[in-house]
């Protein structure tokens, strides 16, 4: 009996674990998630000096220490918040430049958790001044700064960083733009070694802005 009462409370604290989100590995394999990565596999309107075709995911340059900066590192790295969480794919598109790389990072919620999970990433982007990793000296270490974009990209009151310093001891700047199309949180990064065109980085907005809402979500 009491090996029972036990198995049964076991059962109940997992299902309650569970409650509300979906495990991240679920949420990649969903219908929705196999129609954004379709989209995404192959941009023929992608900005001149992109690879048309994606790679899978993001590979972030360092995990960084404070929470707030790998919040938004987590987003582009195809790890979303969890809460209200039904698909998510990220793609990766090589450049010309030395380590010049674009990727595009989308995450579904409902209507309302997308605008709660908006409203954390504002949140601690505004706390993400500098984003570093805890190997002494400068090796990777990068200075958030805002992003000069037109507000018509920031759609559901988004974030526009642009982080700057050095990653591997080499310089390094990152473009980072976050938005939402209703329940969907769209994440672009525009990155690389000789520093990323800011006018490149709103093509970029544009045209994942643009795909994102052709999709039937």
Known sequence: ?????????????????????????DARTTPQALK??????????????????????WEEPF???VQECRRLFNLM??????????ATATATYLGEGVGQTAAVSLALYGA???ADQMDALVKASRKCTTARDQTAGEVNRLTVAPLAV???LLEGGGIARRLVGR????????????????????GLVNAGMSGPDARTTEE?????????????L
């Open 36 to 57: 954004i990565k379709a989209v995404l596999a192959d941009l023929d309107e992608i900005p001149r000096g992109f690879a048309t075709r994606s790679r899978p995911g």
């Open 77 to 86: 790295s195809g790890r979303p918040a969890r809460k209200g969480l039904t």
């Open 112 to 114: 309302r958790e997308a």
């Open 150 to 152: 037109p507000e018509k």
């Open 1 to 25: 009996m009491r090996l029972a009462r036990l198995t049964v409370a076991c059962c109940l604290l997992t299902a309650a674990a569970a409650c509300g989100s979906a495990p991240i590995g």
């Open 167 to 186: 990653v591997g001891g080499y310089p390094y700047e990152m473009h980072l733009i976050v938005a939402r199309q209703g329940g969907a949180v769209i």
């Open 204 to 216: 970029l907005a544009r045209l994942v802005s643009r795909k994102v809402a052709t999709l039937d």
């Open 63 to 65: 995990k960084p220490v």
